[in-house]
């Protein structure tokens, strides 16, 4: 009681004219996730890189660059939402990404069939590692990171450790070179007046997708009532197996979606491809403030955490800045923009 | 020893001898756990003067409390599980200089103990692989065995089997005989007037009496532990039955439950009947229940609802079949996150959904006028659930079980932690349910309220029936009497 008394004294103290203000912009979620963006913008603007940041290109870039991170952010929110991980999401990419390429190219196959295969077989890896949380209660860390191994050697398997492109050695022994089928140019195409690349169009929709799920459909009161309290929601008749079993799926369908952007971009299936690419998902939706312990947050949050991170790298790249002090930079800033979103909700709880 | 006033307990004076078993007895809420927390150091902000053997102490911390011979043995054991038993005994000593473990010790020391209690395991067992009871008997003896001269048991045989609690009280007679102070928390009669040489009662906090057990007889006792009536529930509403309708639910030989367990119950609930269920805590009460919605395993027995065969096999399936579950701890039913209607429309959510899509204007106006009538008062609808108070919080959970639209609601103690006012809300709900033809299972550790509530109450005794009370009879003494096994 003391304390409170204390707490309310300092902010007579300090005026309520400035905090009114500032509550309202902590108060609200997606306020809170704008802050850093806009911090990282206002960087760029200082730190222009002798203007480049000024240019559209450069935006035009950046949106290219993380849509396939923020396909795979997308089924990760949903996952997390659940106060789950997946951290199968990068391999499962290049997986999907070495047999759409192994379909098209090698086999021949039109384009649309090979989707489909390809989807499901990203969907069916998601359903594999959802059963293993749901049923057998293992821990989705543990499923996960068993997945993220085992679909990279199946992606080393299937393309016997080698890059899977147009130039490949044919039944006969003797190299053969295949035309680029017409879908590879489609897909990494610019439409609208050259500004916007289909891939961007691609992550927007799926990031739709999973608003209409999370926002809109019965399912996603399920997804965030298993992550908020998992107990309850059992008790309350929702149906916690299944659910689970949806949300991985849902990740590993998003991450065939990225495999085949992916090999577009590349021209080929690499089975080395989306290294560490989980990690750059899980980054973008805690950066969006989804929280990893479950049960809150949401896609459009990711959607902001996605441009943050792709925005900071960005700047730092623009600037020069080496490789190696990028990676030591992107970390301490990540800590930072948590912390500073902590401090945020915790003056807004207390308000 | 001596105590002064607390919030919760005032002005008690009461003295341990040494070699003498003391129950301590009392209603719930009549201030046990608040002594027996200032006695192993975990309150330490207590008024009064607390004398070990003789001397003025200051009871500032459960260090304190260990060092002065004071051992506390809680109904949660304070043993860690994936610990094996000598491991466990040496989290308690004190290491050597340089902090290492010596492993002769810890298993020298850890034999000592288990011969203290006669108890023929391993050391290197783990503890999770023992019985509640053997854990039991590891921290007595784990006590014993640091000379402890005052021993305090807080409802130590609740949990226990037949012969695990024999074994139990021999321990407490030899800790007796070796000139240890036992204080003995029990609600058992027959276990009370076993071991105990003297008798306090503990009644709305104050000290009632202190009598050598021979002396005081058993109607006494009880008397003396229900203390006056509170008036509050006076303004509970009475609900009645409509004679002659027809049965919602009905149970036949229900058996169910591993560790705590019911056997044999049998009933009939009515439409706009309450029926309660009264018993301490494991007794059976809770087990049914959750038998009911599927959530502890059904051995035997039949169940019908609305005259349907019914077997239950999860929350979810029960809800279809119209008998809505609420736990009494919130944790199990509360989503702090998410909003008030979000909470409110989650069991509910089939009726408001459309090809997979809520509806959500319908299911905004469902919950807001039903959260009218549990009169809930939140800032907004749209607020979470965290900003709302206990009493609210547990409205919100009952709406939620109202708005899935069951024929039977089981519910257990709904106005446990609730405040006066929301009390009083919660049994207007159930009023407005009952006239809509459901029927309600009531379990309550408040007598008063079964009192008030309840056309008939079934008491259980150690997992089975021991009376059915109707609504004349229902009384408090009859009603303590038959909870504490009394015949």
Known sequence: MTKHEGDAAEGARFGDALRAPARLLTRSSTARALLPLALVLLLGCV?????????????RALLREISVHGILACGMTVVIVTSGIDLSVGSVLALSAVVFALLTLHRGWSAPVAILWVLASGTLAGVASGLLVAWARVQAFIVTLAMMVFARGLAKQLSGGQKVSHYFAGADGQFVSVPEPLFFGMLDRKVLGGNVSVVTLVFLGCALLTWVVLERQRLGRYLFAVGGNFEAARLSGVPVAGTLVFAYALSGFFAAVAGICQAVQETQGDPETGLGYELDAIAMVVLGGTSLSGGRGGVGLTLIGALTLGYLQKVLSLNAYSTELRLMLTGAILVAAVLFQRRLVASSDSG | MQFGATTALSEVSIAFEPGEVHVLAGANGAGKSTLIKILSGAYPSYRGEIRVAGRPRRLSSPAVARALGIATIHQELSLVPSLSIAENMQLSLTGSALGLRSRARERAFAARVL????????????????????????????ALAQDANVLILDEPSSALSEPERLRLFSEVERAVQRGAAVLYISHRMEEIYRLGQRISVLCDGALVLTRLASELDRAELLRAMLGSARPELGAARPLSRSAGEKAVLEVRGLCAGQAARVEGVSFTLGAGEVLGLAGLDGSGPSVLLRALVGEAKLTAGEISVLGQRYLPTGPGRALGRGVAFLPADRKASIFEELSVVKNASLSALGRFTRRGFVDRARELRAVSELSARVRLKAPSLTSSARALSGGNQQKLALARCLLAGPSVLALEDPTRGVDAASKLDVYAAMADALRAGLGILLYSSELEELMALCDRVLVFFEGRVVSLLTKPEIGRERLLAAMMGAP
């Open chain 2, 115 to 142: 011969s203290l209690v006669g108890l023929a395991l391993d050391p290197d067992t783990r503890v999770e692989r023992l019985s509640l009871g053997e854990r039991q008997l590891l921290e007595i003896a784990r």
């Open chain 1, 47 to 59: 730190f222009s890189g002798q203007g480049a940041f000024f240019e559209w290109q450069t935006h």
